[in-house]
Structure formats: C-alpha cells, structure tokens
C-alpha cells in the first residue's frame, strides 16, 4: 500500500492533459451562455445548511441522506452545497438583484454529495448552471431548452434524447399527491423500501423509482397529465410547438418529476444510454414558488444544470480540442537558452492566443528534440550559434514530412501563422 496521503474518496484531481479539455469545454459553454445575454455569478461553496433545507426540503434523498453538513466552530449548521440554485436564489436575494428582470444568471464549478462512488457519480462533482428569474410564460422555457440543443451540436453529440413532463401549478400537484398517495397505499405490500418511505415524505417521487420491480407498479399510477391545470396545460403545449417549430424532438414523459421538491410546471432532462444507469447530462425546470420560500417576493424562475464530467466522457477524443501547444521554441544548447526566452516572448506577443512551449531544463539537442516531439506541438523553432550570429531561426516540422527551413526571427510569426493555425 502506498505511504502518500489519498484524495478522499469520490473526490478526484484533474490533471493535464485531462484538464485542457475541461477548460476548453467550459470555455465554450461560457461562450455561448454569453452570447446568450447571462452574466456570471459565484456563489461560496459552503452555505448555511438552512439554505438547503429549506428550498430543496427536508424529505429529499439530498437532505435526508447526501448532505456534507457539520457544525462550525461557532456551532453553526454548515452545509458543502450539493447543488447551485438554492445558492443563486439565496446569493440574488442577498445582493438584491432582482431589482431589473428579467434576470439571466449563469455559474460554474464543484458540488457534494456523500453517494456511492460510480462511474458519472462523484462524491465531489461539477456543473454549469443556469438561473432566469423574472420570466413566466413559456417563451424563456423554449430559449433553455434551445440553447442547451445548440451546445450539444457545438459539441458534436447527436444520441442525447429530451423528455419533458409539466407538474403544473402547485394546487393541482396537491391534488394529484393526495390521488397518488391513495394508488399507492392500496399497493403498500408491493412497494420497496425507498418507496414505502417516500409515500409518507413525497409519494412523486416514487415514480422516479429505479427498481425494476417497481416498473409495472409505477406504470399503473394515475398520470398527472389527467390533473393539470388549464393554465400549466396550455403552457407546456406552447413550449412543445415552439421546441418542435425550432427542430428540437421532445419525448414526453408522464414519470417525469425529478428529485427536488421546488419544481413547479415545465420539467425536463437531457439523457443518454451511452453512460449506463447515469444517463441524464443536463436537468432542470420552473421552480416559480422558490424565490418566496426563500424570503424574496413572488418570481417566476426557471433554470438547469449540467453535469461536467458525464458530458465530457460523451465527447469523443476527436471532437475536443487537443492540449498540443502549436510551437516548441529551444535552444540547442544551454548558452543559447537565453535567446530562446527572449524568442518565445516576442511570439507570444505577435500570436496571440497560440500556444508556446519553450523548453526549460537544459540537456543535449537530442533531449531537447525528444522532449519537443512528445509535446505533441506542430513545429519547433531551434536556434543555434550559427542562427543567433545572423538573426535568423531554424523551423522544423514535427509532424509530417515536410523539410526543415531557415527564416529570419523578425519573419518567423508571419511564416508561423501561413503554416499552421493556433492551438485552440
């Protein structure tokens, strides 16, 4: 066994050249979102534990048995988030951003929960969310869910399949609970353990029931299609012509409700078979009472969440930008290594954005040339004795066949650019 100290369990490190597609993949959702109209907001990664108590509830899996919570040394309950929109709300109340609606908010990085570590599931893992407050009618539903299928084309994957469900408004939904729970007790000795204890907390959440054993039980439910109101029924219709009018196939799903008590209305996730029992990249829904449980006067919101890592094992090796840098710049010896500062320097001036290595650590040219081709860059730029007395450069191209060429260094960017594009 090895005598390092461990990463906790579930609570992984991200190195390069994994972490190079991380970044180029938030680079492009935070493009998007951008253009889009949403701002960034950054929320702590700790909470007051009654941030989450009160907005995801109390008889929630994420409360009752997920949570990272422990008292501080003041001996106040504190909580590691395990998911972002109880913190925006909390975070837009607080700085008293409701002021102009409608508000677009977007925000980025690491949540918890204590679950078993699995493949897509983390103890520590990541999401992008988005947050709208401000906006009631179906035609911001339309542009989340639109724009969330415009990141997946930017990101080349096809097979991801959108199911979508309306819980309606929240007395329809209490009527619907009161019908359901009824169903559901009439079958009490067919139903699991997690089942029998969600009748008495949130008898929705049976429906999303995993047991196969459950399927044919929860198949029989009343649906809650056949108790929406008149109002959330012509809402989600609209959203669905809408989708459909912008190529966007919905699947609807009467099961659908997912696992947080504040949904109301429009409910939906992105899911794919690709990652077995972990399918669902990207979730979310109207939650238009939480901003008042929450202490804020009543506004409509809805918002999303995806999960990084599960998107990011779904992009193939060839659709994300490589980590190579574009040019390896060196010396051929160590006498000369101050030129190739001063060398890598004046290029990162005139090419911006590109990707330039330059060799530190000394060594022969045949490590230098061993570690320029394992860098995986495009070309290297080699100054020797007699390139340094002339002011010129020796460019070499490390992948293909094409010849090795001396050029001036006042030319070599310009030769650069004509000769391959910038690393991403």
């Known amino acids: 066994m090895s005598s390092h100290l461990q990463a906790v369990r579930g609570m992984n490190d991200i190195v390069p050249p994994v972490s190079a597609a991380w970044r180029a993949f938030e680079d492009t959702v935070a493009a998007l979102l951008t253009s889009y109209g949403y701002g960034e907001i950054r929320m702590p990664l700790v909470e007051q534990s009654a941030v989450f108590k009160r907005s995801i509830g109390d008889a929630t899996d994420i409360v009752q ?24 709300v909390r975070a837009v109340l607080q700085n008293g951003l409701l002021q102009q609606l409608p508000l677009r908010l977007w925000y980025a990085g690491p949540m918890f929960r204590h679950e078993r570590p699995q493949r897509g599931r983390h103890r520590q893992f990541h999401q992008i969310g988005v947050e709208v407050f401000g906006a009631a009618g179906p035609d911001i539903d339309a542009e989340v869910v639109l724009m969330t299928a415009r990141l997946w084309r930017m990101l080349g994957l096809n097979n991801l399949r959108l199911e979508m469900n309306s819980l309606g408004s929240s007395e329809a939904r209490a009527r619907y609970r009161a019908v359901l729970t009824e169903y559901f007790r009439a079958h009490f000795d067919a139903l699991d353990e997690d089942s029998r204890d969600r009748l008495e907390r949130n008898p929705l959440r049976i429906l999303d029931s995993k047991n196969p054993v459950m399927r044919e039980l929860v198949a029989g439910a009343p649906s809650l299609a056949d108790h929406l109101d008149d109002e959330s029924r012509a809402h989600f219709d609209t959203l669905c012509t ?23 209305k429009t409910v939906f996730e992105w899911t794919t078979t690709e990652l077995g029992a972990q399918g669902t990249v990207c979730a979310g829904g109207r939650y238009d009472g939480l901003v008042e449980v929450m202490g804020g006067k009543p506004t409509p919101a809805i918002g999303f969440a995806m999960g990084v890592e599960r998107l990011l094992e779904l992009c193939a090796a060839g659709q994300r930008p490589a980590s190579a840098p574009a040019v390896y710049v060196s010396a051929t010896g160590e006498a000369l290594d101050g030129h190739a500062v001063s060398l890598a320097e004046t290029l990162r ?67 650069l650019a004509a000769l391959c594009p910038p690393a991403p």
């Open 65 to 88: 048995k997920e949570m990272y919570t422990f008292d501080d040394r003041n001996g106040d309950s504190l909580t590691l988030r395990p998911e972002g929109t109880a913190s925006c």
């Open 242 to 264: 809408t989708l459909a009018a912008n190529g966007v196939e919905v699947t609807r799903n009467p099961r659908l409700v997912r696992g947080l008590d504040y949904y109301s």
């Open 349 to 415: 001036s005139a090419l911006p954005g590109w990707s330039i290595l330059l060799h530190v650590g000394g060594g022969s040219l045949k490590s230098r040339m061993k570690k320029a081709d394992k860098s995986g860059a495009a070309v290297a730029l080699l100054l020797g004795e007699d390139e340094v007395a002339a002011g010129n450069v020796t460019l070499k191209p490390l992948r293909g066949d094409s010849p090795q060429a001396v050029h001036p260094q006042h030319k070599v960017a310009e030769v």
